[in-house]
């Protein structure tokens, strides 16, 4: 079992930033990607950003590219997502995702709520 911990979501100003943070906890197993996604009220879930945890190649949905950055820790059992620039657009809940190496599953984090205000 992967034990994910989400945090840094909060109310911001359009134009601010947030940090969001993922740890992973309980477990032994390697990841090969993680990944946040997020899902606005009557719509549905899509990826924001995607990191390999081995070679670091990145992946961002169109309308967040420049604005935001993915990025993992050393150990590669967290992920950060790093927002500028924030729209009222962002507005969601974000998730953590994480996909064990080899395996193909994946396990979620509980959702973090970032709210942005015009």
């Known amino acids: 079992q992967v034990h994910l911990v989400e945090s840094g979501g909060g109310l911001v100003q359009a134009g601010g930033s947030l940090r969001l943070s993922c740890a992973a906890s309980g477990t032994s197993f390697v990841f090969d990607r993680m990944a946040w996604y997020r899902q606005a009220p009557g719509k549905e879930r899509e990826m924001v950003a995607l990191i390999h945890i081995s070679s670091g190649n990145t992946y961002y949905l169109d309308s967040v590219k420049g604005r935001f950055t993915v990025s993992r820790d050393k150990r590669m059992t967290s992920v950060h997502l790093q927002m500028n620039t924030l729209e009222p657009g962002d507005t969601a809940i974000y998730y953590c995702?994480?996909?064990?190496?080899?395996?193909?599953?994946?396990?979620w984090g509980q959702g973090t709520q970032v709210t942005v205000s015009s």
């Open positions: 995702n994480v996909r064990i190496q080899d395996w193909g599953a994946e396990f």
